[in-house]
Structures are given as C-alpha cells and as structure tokens.
C-alpha cells in the first residue's frame, strides 16, 4: 500500500466531517439573500487550498466569486485541471426533507444534505486526493490545478469569459469534471461524448388577421395546417431528419462501441414502465442507447396557434409557430445545419404564408477518442478505486462547460461520475454515497499516479 493509500484510508472520518462542514453552508447561487454564504463557501475552498500549500486566487466576477489553486508544476509531466462548483440548487420544497437541507445527516451509508452530491462531495474527492499525496509526505507527481465556481446552478454566466481570459493560468492537458453519475450502483462509468444542439423556432404568419373557418376555410392557407405539414416533413416514416445534408459530417459509430453500449444493463421493459408507455420508437437500424447518445435527433418542443380555450371556435387562425431543436452529434456543425434547414424550410413555404426561422442557440457535440491516453489513465484509477473497470458512455444532453474547455483549453475533458442516478440532484433528499465518496478520493489519488506516467 503506498503512503498516500494509507492516508485515504486511515482520514476516512476526517474526510466525512470536512466534507459536512462544507454542506453546512448554503451557498445557493440562485438566491441573493444567500449572497454572503456563496463568498463563505468560496473562502472555504480558498482555506482548503491554502492549508495544502497551493497557490490560491479569489477572482471576483460581477456574479460569484471563482477560487483557483494550483500545485507546483512537474516539468516533463502532463498538467491536470479539476473543475467543479461550490454552489448549490435552492432546497425547496423544504417540507419534503427528512432531514434539513443544509444540517448533514448520516443514514444507510449516505450523506444527505443539499450540494452532497452535486457538486461539494464530488468536489471534494479531488481535493482530498491532493490532499492525501502531500500530507502523507509524497510529492504530488503533476501540476494539479482546481478551478471552482460559483455560478454554475445559476448558466455558470462568467466562467466562459474567465477561462477565455485565463487560458495561460488554465493551461492543461485534461480537465476532470465529477458532477455527474455512475452508470448503476456498483457500475462506475467513464462518459466520453456529449450531444450538441441547434435550437430554433418557426414563426409562420398568414392572414391579417383570424377568419372565420366556415367563410374563409378552403380558400387561404392555414398557417397551422401549413405549420404540421413543414414540421412533419423534417423526418420520414423511419426517424431520418430529411434536411439534406444534415448527416454528411456525422461520424458513423464504430464496431467497439456498439458492442460496449450492447454489453451495459440497459433494460428497455424497465425503461418503457418508467416513462409509462408501451412502446419506444426511433431512428430505424440503432438501439435505444444509441438513438439517445450517438445518433442526432429532432423534437418539438411546443407549439402554438389557434384557440386553446375551451369548448370548440371555429378559427382559421392568422399565425402558428413552434419551437424545435436537434440534437448534434459530434463533428456536427450548427452554422451548417442552420443553413440547409433554412433552404429546406423556405422550399416548402406554401402560398399565401410567410416564415421567418430565428436560430436560438447551438453548440456542437464534443467526443473524446476512446483511444486517448487520458481515457485510459482514468480507467486505471477507476479499477483501483472502485474494484472494477468503468464501462463507457454517452450522453445525450449538452454540458456547455465541456465545449468551453474543449475549445478554448484544446484539453481532452474527462467526465468522471462518482455518484448515482437516484441521488437526488436539484430534489429533495439529495443524498451521495460515503462508500463513493471514499472510492471516489482513492480513484483520484491513482489517476494523478497514472497521468503522471504519461508525457507531457
Ligand atoms: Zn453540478
């Protein structure tokens, strides 16, 4: 056992009562009557990192405060950037809490408290691990450097702007994140992929003004008929998007991954119970774990036109619109499909309508190569900490952050999941796994061991 392992080991309780000190505080970012607790928490990390001899920063924003530290760099060694947050989601509805949200509470081996898992106690596996390396009389073998904010409940508003201006001091060759899940109890998992997205809403408008259906129906286009049709156009009868060219740059999925996203416990009767429907549907020719992590999607996200109210008006109604997104799959570009979904949209304009397309958002999707290094470097430590290699995974949403430090950091993003689906995240009871946290600080020990055999 080495010395840092025995340190992990024998500051098990120590570990757990700092970790309940930290949730103590309510930092909750959302909410300005806790403004002076965000900068308690923010200065508690700051006492954190200084108690462990790294070089510690409180950058003011116009929100939050963000905390930096680093430890001293290791030439010839890859530098590693830990990013988390130390604030929290509100604790309402405080009548649903066993116990209250910010006085911890133990029970069958979990923490319950608002911020234990998202983000304080994933967090502070981290900082546990450096914590382990040093104190235990090691020389900690690579720059380790934090970056924590306090904003990220709230859009995470200035951390794109910070990390843009601070690329020198942010420098790294991999980012680890822990603020997400494993894929099962006992199954810790290694998500590598995340889906983009290009978000947009269609406004068609028709006549001056509502008609009457029976004098005026059959005889102008109807902006809502008009609207159905258009949007059903977007897919065929198998779930393939018809806007031409929109899967010329997605990249095909290859045989290994496939047969990784087979292998998982992925049950789709226990998926469909669930949800309470009794049947699934999607692009033909992939499985339901492809369909929502890999393969590029469409919905509808509302829709609006005609009479809502009750009973029945017979409206021919002047204006239909709807919000609609994609989700992109990596190497996708929104600009791009922006577009030909223009073009494609404007060729089936009926007469008498007008359309205007406004483009919400979009980020592209982003992937680490299975191959990398780094991926690697985290399973290692992941089968240590955990007794167990970590399958691999997608994700179908978007975590901006992740396209932040990808683009502007050039930095392969590791998204390290120590928690679990059921915790609770953002709800009442939100709880984290002691048995985790302390598996959790053990893998991050050994990924700083297996980061450090990699060159620079
Ligand atoms: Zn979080």
Known sequence: MTAFDAYIESHRQAFVDDLADLLRIPSVSAD?????????????MVSRFKQLGLTTELFETAGHPLVVAESPPVPGKPDALVYGHYD???ADPLGEWTTPPFEPSIRHGNIYARGATDDKGQLLTHVKS????????????????????????????????FVAEHRERLACDCVVISDCCQFAPGVPAITYGLRGIAYYELKLS?????????????????????????LAALKDANGRIQVPGFYDDVVPLTDTERQQFRDLPFDEADFMRQLAVDGTWGEAGHSNLERRWVRPTCDINGLTSGYQGEGAKTVLPARASAKFSFRLVPNQDPAKISLALQTFLEARVPPGIR?????????????????????????????????RPPVYIREGGSIPIVNTFARELGADVLLLGWGQNDDNTHSPNEKFSLADYQRGIRASAHLWQELAKLPA
């Open 32 to 44: 300005l009557r806790h403004a002076g607790d965000i900068r308690r928490a923010a200065e508690w």
């Open 88 to 90: 929290v989601q509100p």
């Open 130 to 161: 450096v914590e382990a390396w040093l104190k235990s009389g090691e020389k900690l073998p690579l720059q380790v450097k934090f970056l924590i904010e306090g904003e990220e409940e709230v859009g995470s508003v200035h951390l794109e702007s």
């Open 206 to 230: 028709g006549p001056r003004q509502d008609l009457h259906s029976g004098s005026f129906g059959g005889g102008v286009t109807n902006p809502a008929g008009a609207l159905v049709s258009m």
């Open 355 to 387: 359309m205007e397309l406004v483009d919400h958002h979009g980020a592209p999707g982003v992937v680490v190569p299975l191959d990398s290094p780094y991926i690697r470097a985290a399973a290692a430590a992941i089968e240590t900490g955990f007794g």
